[in-house]
Nanobody, 123 residues
Framework: QVQLVQSGGGLVQAGGSLRLSCAASGSTFNMHAMGWFRQAPGKEREVVSAISWNGGMSHYADDVIGRFAISRDNAKNTVYLQMNSLKPEDTAVYFC????????????????WGQGTQVTVSS
C-alpha cells in the first residue's frame, strides 16, 4: 500500500527557515505530480505549492512566492518544501499530497495525503 510519510516542521522564529520532506513508498511516485498544502485553525486546506511529475513545472501560492521552494528527487521518491523567511501567518499544519494520475495544479484531485506536520512560526 502506497503511503506518504512526512518529516520536518516544528517551531521557528519569524524570519527563520524549515524544510519539509515527504517520502513515498511504492513504485509510481515518479508518475504523479505532488503538492504541499496547509491548513490553519478555522480555515480550509489550501495549496501552497505544486510540482509536476518530472519537476519541470512548479507553482506557488501568491503569499509564498520568493520564500518557499518545492523540489523533488524521483530517485528517492521524495518531495521537499524549503521554507525561508517564515512569517507567523505561515503557521499551519502542512500536508503533502499526491495528485491523481494525469492531474496537476490548479486541479485539486489529490489521491493520497501525508499525515501532516505542524509548522509554528513565532513573532
Amino acid at each position: 500500500q502506497v503511503q506518504l510519510v512526512q518529516s520536518g516542521g516544528g517551531l521557528v522564529q519569524a524570519g527563520g527557515s524549515l524544510r519539509l520532506s515527504c517520502a513515498a513508498s511504492g513504485s509510481t511516485f515518479n508518475m504523479h505530480a505532488m503538492g504541499w498544502f496547509r491548513q490553519a485553525p478555522g480555515k480550509e486546506r489550501e495549496v501552497v505549492s505544486a510540482i509536476s511529475w518530472n519537476g519541470g513545472m512548479s507553482h506557488y501560492a501568491d503569499d509564498v512566492i520568493g520564500r518557499f521552494a518545492i523540489s523533488r528527487d524521483n530517485a528517492k521518491n521524495t518531495v521537499y518544501l524549503q521554507m525561508n523567511s517564515l512569517k507567523p501567518e505561515d503557521t499551519a499544519v502542512y500536508f503533502c499530497g499526491q495528485y491523481a494520475l494525469g492531474t496537476y495544479y490548479p486541479l485539486y484531485d489529490i489521491s493520497l495525503w501525508g499525515q501532516g506536520t505542524q509548522v509554528t512560526v513565532s513573532s
